[in-house]
């Protein structure tokens, strides 16, 4: 689209290009006076700078407790068609962060390092950036939620020292440092870490 340019007069009598439309995703460019001092055309170059937007971060915790004020600081890494254009942290306790001065365009978003404890968010998120904006205003929000990790240990003791033996094994999991004999029957405790939230089933077989 071409733009639209009138001319008119400063008070000092000079004369200035001025842009009346606008194409979408720039903004107008700066008024330029026009020194015109014979009869040959007088070429005036005229700029519209791109816009640009911003991105801001809303990272939450399941089961967070707010009164100790929680550490929801972490990293997030924001690409445009697969290159890297940046990181965005966010604070350590509003959970909040933005990376501005972005070109309109579609970009994702990823959790790449969380708070101790915590899983990170694995989703990996589209932001489409297609108005003005910046840290202050106008930025487009995405939100990422952590949840918190569990241990798990299963004991076993035999009343009679040498008495009994067992074997544990919780399906699907692998222990904390591996069992290099699974079948045998010589577990007193397993450690099984960094489980997120569901339903574990641990079998114990005591001296079959």
């Avoid at 720039?26 to 040959?40: E, N």
């Avoid at 089961?63 to 697969?82: C, E, Y």
């Avoid at 001065?101 to 989703?123: F, H, I, M, Q, W």
Wanted: hydrophobic share 30%; charged share 20%; glycine share 8%.
């Amino acid at each position: 689209m071409a733009p639209d340019l009138t001319t008119s007069d400063r008070t000092d009598k000079t004369p200035v290009l001025s842009q009346n439309t606008v194409p979408a995703g720039v903004d107008a460019a700066a008024d330029a006076a026009i020194s015109v001092v014979t009869t040959t055309p007088v070429t005036v170059n005229l700029v519209d700078p791109r816009q640009r937007g911003a991105i801001r971060v809303v990272k939450t915790a399941k089961h967070f407790d707010k009164a100790t004020s929680p550490n929801l600081a972490a990293t997030f890494t924001v690409k445009q068609n697969g290159t890297t254009v940046g990181t965005i942290t966010t604070d350590g306790t509003t959970g909040l962060g933005c990376m501005g001065n972005l070109l309109l365009s579609s970009y994702t978003v990823e959790e790449t390092t969380g708070p101790a404890g915590y899983l990170k968010d694995p989703d990996v998120k589209t932001v489409n950036v297609d108005t003005k904006g910046t840290c202050a205003a106008g930025y487009k929000s995405v939100s990422f939620e952590n949840k918190p990790l569990s241990n798990i240990t299963v004991s076993f003791q035999s009343q009679v020292t040498g008495g009994t033996a067992a074997s544990i094994d919780c399906t699907g999991l692998s222990p904390d440092g591996g069992d290099a004999t699974p079948n045998a029957f010589d577990d007193t405790s397993e450690t099984y870490k960094n489980l997120t939230e569901g339903t574990y089933t641990c079998t114990v077989v005591v001296d079959p």
